[in-house]
């Protein structure tokens, strides 16, 4: 769905905790459901390293982050979105502090910590998949997409 008043934003920054895995592939996510309609990055808490399942899983829909470089809210040059969505308890604590001096939504949308899945190769990218599906169907659901006919 989009926000009461009807609209959909401009701009939207994903947050989590490292900018590894879930706010990478929510911004991956936007780019390729709304090509050219939402200014979309990500940022984590703090920086962590790439993962390499997060990148397998999202390879899966033809979807690149083996470009993508993990980096924190002080990399990033300007603060100026529309919408934060944080996807860790860590990450919204912060955009909330942040947000006192910002005019800028803030949603909180809890999702899974895909790597703390244990047992082998395909069960654990497996629970990258599931938090994969989950942010498509969120996106979908809060951004309004629709499918181009005949697409």
Request: charged content about 25%; overall charge negative; proline content about 6%.
């Amino acid at each position: 769905m989009v926000d009461q008043a009807g609209n959909r934003p401009d701009s939207v920054l994903f947050m989590c905790g490292m900018n590894a895995i879930r706010s990478p592939m929510a911004e991956g996510l936007t780019r390729f459901l709304f090509p050219g309609q939402i200014y979309t990055s990500s940022a984590g808490v703090h920086a962590g390293e790439p993962d390499g399942f997060a990148i397998a899983a999202m390879d899966e829909l033809g979807i690149d982050l083996k470009t993508h470089t993990p980096h924190d809210l002080e990399d990033l040059h300007d603060l100026s979105f529309d919408l934060i969505v944080t996807l860790a308890p860590e990450a919204h604590h912060t955009a909330l502090e942040l947000t006192r001096t910002l005019a800028c939504d803030v949603e909180y949308w809890p999702t899974e910590d895909p790597s703390l899945a244990l047992g082998q190769r395909e069960e654990r990218l497996d629970a990258y998949r599931r938090v994969r599906d989950t942010l498509m169907t969120r996106l979908k659901q809060r951004f309004a997409w629709r499918s181009i006919p005949g697409g």
